[in-house]
């Protein structure tokens, strides 16, 4: 706790002074142009690995960073996507997982979990479809690529689960708001962001770049401001292409990173069918 208050007195002191304007903005009203769905793990914070300012992100952080289908629930994800979509009309989403995800490794031991951590049990049942698909396809796996997979389809079923808001598929219907994939790697702090062409989550850096030149390194508060500027000039934010309820793709994805294994085309379809599977 002490630790905490220095913080606060070294925020008061030291952080504020240099943005005085900026709070006074604030305190009439925010505008963040970015949702940031991640997880609670306390080694993933949203603000530090992308190093925003105040003011950039609208959050949600949970268990698993999970989001319920429609009406599976109503609980405070939902209400902050609907916020977040309607009163804010935020135009880019993140969903962020990361390696060493403890509610992954719960998914790998969910019957356990019952009766130890009921709440967490039911919680995990809004990623069934991800566990599904890997205790199908891949129960040969060592534990730790089958974790690395289920990370991985985590992401990708959340999107889906993402899809079934009103609120979300109106502003992807119309073309305005851009939904991303994203594994944060603890073990280097690197990032991996899904590419929709090579189905694999790839670098971000060689989809942010200055005009014509090389990568660009986003500044403080830089997040938001970089993703609509490209929206804006017409060349596009790097973004999760998502595909129709009843579509199926084509080619395979392709996790990149060790461990991480092929999935067929059937297989990468039945990701996007959420809790349905």
């Given at each position: 706790?002490?630790?905490?208050?220095?913080?606060?007195?070294?925020?008061?002191?030291?952080?504020?002074?240099?943005?005085?304007?900026?709070?006074?903005?604030?305190?009439?009203?925010?505008?963040?142009?970015?949702?940031?769905?991640?997880?609670?793990?306390?080694?993933?914070?949203?603000?530090?690995?992308?190093?925003?300012?105040?003011?950039?992100?609208?959050?949600?952080?949970?268990?698993?960073?999970?989001?319920?289908?429609?009406?599976?629930?109503?609980?405070?994800?939902?209400?902050?996507?609907?916020?977040?979509?309607?009163?804010?009309?935020?135009?880019?989403?993140?969903?962020?997982?990361?390696?060493?995800?403890?509610?992954?490794?719960?998914?790998?031991?969910?019957?356990?979990?019952?009766?130890?951590?009921p709440l967490v049990y039911h919680w995990l049942?809004?990623?069934?479809?991800?566990?599904?698909?890997?205790?199908?396809?891949?129960?040969?796996?060592?534990?730790?690529?089958?974790?690395?997979?289920?990370?991985?389809?985590?992401?990708?079923?959340?999107?889906?689960?993402?899809?079934?808001?009103?609120?979300?598929?109106s502003k992807l219907h119309a073309g305005t708001?851009?939904?991303?994939?994203?594994?944060?790697?603890?073990?280097t702090a690197q990032l991996l962001a899904y590419?929709?062409?090579?189905?694999?989550?790839?670098?971000?850096?060689?989809?942010?770049?200055?005009?014509?030149?090389?990568?660009?390194?986003?500044?403080?508060?830089?997040?938001?401001?970089?993703?609509?500027?490209?929206?804006?000039?017409?060349?596009?934010?790097?973004?999760?292409?998502?595909?129709?309820?009843?579509?199926?793709?084509?080619?395979?994805?392709?996790?990149?990173?060790?461990?991480?294994?092929?999935?067929?085309?059937?297989?990468?379809?039945?990701?996007?069918?959420?809790?349905?599977?």
């Open positions: 706790m002490e630790k905490l208050l220095r913080g606060l007195r070294d925020f008061q002191e030291n952080y504020i002074p240099d943005r005085q304007e900026l709070i006074k903005q604030l305190a009439k009203g925010q505008s963040p142009r970015v949702l940031f769905i991640g997880c609670s793990d306390s080694r993933v914070d949203p603000t530090i690995i992308t190093q925003s300012e105040i003011g950039d992100l609208f959050v949600i952080r949970n268990a698993g960073n999970i989001i319920p289908p429609y009406e599976a629930t109503n609980g405070g994800e939902g209400a902050t996507i609907e916020y977040a979509m309607e009163a804010l009309d935020i135009g880019q989403v993140i969903v962020c997982g990361h390696t060493q995800c403890g509610a992954m490794k719960g998914l790998l031991q969910l019957g356990e979990l019952e009766d130890k951590m049942h809004h990623t069934e479809a991800t566990r599904k698909l890997v205790e199908d396809h891949y129960s040969q796996l060592e534990k730790k690529d089958k974790l690395d997979l289920l990370v991985a389809q985590n992401v990708l079923t959340q999107i889906d689960n993402l899809q079934t808001y009103p609120s979300v598929r708001v851009d939904i991303h994939g994203w594994i944060y790697q603890l073990e590419d929709d062409e090579s189905k694999s989550f790839v670098p971000p850096h060689s989809k942010i770049h200055a005009d014509g030149g090389a990568s660009k390194v986003l500044k403080p508060g830089g997040l938001s401001q970089a993703l609509n500027d490209r929206a804006q000039s017409g060349a596009g934010a790097p973004s999760v292409a998502l595909p129709g309820f009843s579509k199926k793709f084509s080619e395979p994805m392709q996790p990149h990173w060790p461990g991480a294994s092929r999935l067929s085309p059937e297989q990468a379809a039945r990701i996007y069918r959420g809790a349905g599977v």
